[in-house]
């Protein structure tokens, strides 16, 4: 299996709050591995340090390693806004820009790195909208506000977003929390279908989700990565003890 992430001992902090531990963990190419576990384990902060979003918080620190095809993400050379392009992430809220037009906040990243060569931002819009199946429901109305759509729509927009720029790893921060059910449900179609071109890391608090969804899983509690391994043998024959009582409901 063909690692296109690699974490490798990596702690980060916020303050003097140490919130990863000392994680070792691999992403497999066009695989979706979900991250799951109780609120406050350190899910959201370690899939932020994959491409670097959690630097925008002041008082943030780090140590280890995250290699990207065998690259440390975090050597001195390396430019943050490059690795965001390759790694991109799609939130737990949908944040479509508000004040800009659907087709804009999916061309918006294009004005920062620049279109693909030979193509225009209307065929990269209409592209990443086909994508994530959003195209029938708004290419009459691609000049309306990205915040005009309902919750599901807005979200795919995001995911549209994303693709745009053309990334090769899609971090997901629990982005379906926010929907209901056929939303939810649209979400993780489309999930399995990006992993024919993505490699996809997902943070879920629906253990249920990552059961539908995730080739992988990975358990963190406290901060520490407690088991990794395939969906299947986490949710019906875990190794650690802990996971288990996490998945039959004895905690969290």
């Not at 140590?63 to 392009?85: C, H, K, M």
């Not at 708004?138 to 005009?148: E, I, P, T």
């Not at 927009?157 to 939303?183: K, Q």
């Amino acid at each position: 299996m063909d690692t296109r992430l690699m974490a490798e001992d990596f702690s980060a902090w916020y303050g003097q709050n140490q919130v990863v531990k000392n994680v070792t963990l691999p992403v497999f190419a066009n695989q979706i591995t979900a991250i799951i576990g109780p609120s406050g384990c350190g899910k959201s902060t370690f899939i932020r340090c994959l491409n670097r979003m959690h630097e925008v918080i002041p008082g943030t620190r780090t140590r280890g390693r995250v290699l990207l095809d065998g690259e440390n993400i975090y050597a001195n050379r390396v430019d943050p806004v490059e690795i965001r392009r390759r790694v991109g992430m799609v939130f737990q809220k949908p944040n479509p820009f508000p004040t800009m037009s659907i087709f804009d906040n999916v061309a918006a990243g294009l004005r920062l790195h620049g279109l693909p060569p030979g193509t225009t931002a209307e065929e990269v819009v209409k592209r990443c909208l086909k994508m994530v199946g959003l195209w029938n429901e708004v290419k009459d109305r691609l000049r309306d506000s990205g915040v005009s759509l309902s919750g599901g729509q807005q979200q795919r927009l995001c995911i549209a977003r994303a693709l745009a720029v053309e990334p090769e790893i899609l971090l997901m921060d629990e982005p379906c929390s926010a929907l209901d059910p056929v939303s939810t449900m649209k979400i993780e179609e489309l999930i399995k279908e990006l992993k024919e071109r993505y490699t996809i890391v997902i943070v879920t608090h629906s253990m249920h989700q990552a059961a539908r969804v995730a080739d992988y899983t990975a358990f963190f509690l406290n901060g520490q990565l407690i088991e990794f391994g395939p969906t299947s043998a986490i949710f019906t024959n875990p190794r650690d003890q802990r996971t288990e009582d996490y998945i039959t409901g004895r905690f969290g």
